[in-house]
């Protein structure tokens, strides 16, 4: 008797476990493992009249040589200083005078600390100055991104909508986009040389993110591109912020899919859709064939065209805004 009360018990006991185990939420996903920085190699790409792209882990840098020193769009990750730097020394051996942040994002101002001690002045719009100074949340995660160092800040800033940056036998014009790819963007056309560098506001074959969170918004990504189709022209070499080299052509494209991502959209935000619904319906289906490289990159665009139009902005926070743009 003895012997089936315990192994009635057990029984019991092995039974009330797995009922247990089967009430308990399914594991969270593996978070993806860290970038190893030693395997990163920097692929060089001419464009032309003394301007280059660099591709490595991040956003996408174009190099521009004058002839006294280099202007640089953007500076990937900091522990890819030295490999960027020993990729630009094949190029020219002439000091990087100006570092421009075409947004605050991480994978394009992680090297500005490392460049301003090279001695680069660090340029940007000022939003991006104050997104770094102050730290950000993603709209999509919700994980938070610290306060970034001094020595890492934009030591010039501009608040208007261009900014020209000089140096003998260089000019980089550069313009502010409100409210695209965040509330800081910035394009830099290099006119004598054809070429575009327009951060994360287009990435070739792929959807972008729009940071919803921090100012971006679908239809300041679309006023960028009527200002790039505007711009350049068939022969114009357009650096994406991430992607290969692109061409008008593949600009005019990325304009029409964005489009049509909004104005699907707004037709569901009009009907009343939630977050969850909009995602369930899948309205980006057939754009996924060519944009969405894994189905997470098909929902994360969906979220962020939907926030775009749904999300109403407060009058404190429009007013916060403008104080900053001084």
Do not use: C
Request: proline fraction near 5%; avoid cysteine.
């Amino acid at each position: 008797m003895i012997w089936i009360g315990r192994t009635a018990i057990a029984i019991t006991l092995l039974l009330a476990g797995s009922a247990f185990a089967q009430q308990q939420p399914p594991a969270a996903p593996a978070a993806p493992p860290p970038v190893d920085f030693s395997k990163v190699e920097i692929k060089t790409t001419d464009l032309g009249d003394n301007v280059y792209m660099l591709e490595g882990q991040g956003g996408n840098i174009t190099v521009a040589v004058g002839r006294t020193g280099i202007i640089m769009v953007d500076g990937q990750f900091a522990p890819l200083h030295d490999k960027i730097k020993a990729a630009i020394s094949t190029i020219s051996n002439l000091p990087i005078k100006y570092l421009i942040n075409t947004h605050y994002h991480g994978d394009h101002t992680g090297g500005n600390e490392a460049f301003a001690k090279d001695g680069a002045i660090i340029v940007a719009d000022v939003n991006v100055r104050n997104r770094l100074a102050e730290g950000t949340t993603n709209g999509l995660t919700g994980v938070k991104t610290p306060p970034a160092a001094a020595g890492a800040l934009p030591t010039k800033t501009y608040a208007g909508k261009m900014l020209k940056i000089r140096l003998p036998g260089r000019v980089a014009d550069l313009r502010h986009i409100a409210n695209a790819h965040t509330d800081g963007d910035t394009y830099v056309w290099f006119r004598t040389a054809n070429v575009l560098a327009t951060g994360d506001t287009f990435t070739n074959g792929r959807y972008p993110n729009i940071d919803f969170a921090n100012g971006g918004n679908i239809k300041g990504m679309i006023a960028a591109t009527n200002a790039y189709i505007k711009l350049t022209n068939a022969k114009s070499r357009i650096v994406p912020g991430h992607g290969p080299i692109a061409d008008r052509a593949a600009l005019i494209e990325y304009r029409t899919m964005l489009i049509t991502a909004r104005d699907r959209m707004a037709a569901l935000v009009k009907e009343g859709k939630s977050e969850d619904d909009v995602v369930a319906a899948k309205p980006f289906a057939d754009l996924d064939k060519k944009w969405a490289p894994t189905e997470l990159a098909s929902k994360n665009f969906i979220r962020v065209v939907y926030h775009s139009l749904a999300d109403k902005t407060d009058r404190k926070t429009v007013l916060k805004r403008m104080l900053r743009r001084g």
